[in-house]
Nanobody, 123 residues
């Protein structure tokens, strides 16, 4: 599976962005997908995860209520809708996938990673 994250950019505080994670491979619909971010000097942080069907989603407390993960398996794409963005949301955002995930917040659980997309929120 190859992943490509896109949709990042520069946005003012309070604004919104929708990130996309497009995947190659006909079996993508079987994968659990997570979104992470990493700011300079910081560890990679789990944001949200979604199971293969989209029936189960998970969000970190830090973004719950502001970030929503969803997927369209017909398009081999997972989305991260972000609203009410804050300057502290500035980071490189990554999507990742794995067939089996025990602890979704651990980056080590994921076998495939996208290249990352930069999100910058200005105050």
């Amino acid at each position: 599976v190859q992943l490509q994250a896109s949709g990042g950019g520069l946005v003012q505080a309070g604004g919104s962005l929708r990130l996309s994670c497009a995947a190659s491979g006909r079996t993508f619909s079987r994968y659990f997908v997570g979104w992470f971010r990493q700011a300079p000097g910081e560890e990679r942080e789990f944001l949200a995860g979604i199971n293969w069907s989209g029936g189960s989603t998970y969000a970190a407390d830090s973004v719950k209520g502001r970030f929503t993960i969803s997927r369209d398996n017909a398009k081999n794409t997972v989305y991260l809708q972000m609203i009410s963005l804050k300057p502290e949301d500035t980071a490189v955002y990554y999507c990742a996938a794995s067939l089996t995930v025990v602890d979704a917040i651990r980056p080590q659980e994921y076998d495939y990673w996208g290249q990352g997309t930069q999100v910058t929120v200005s105050s």
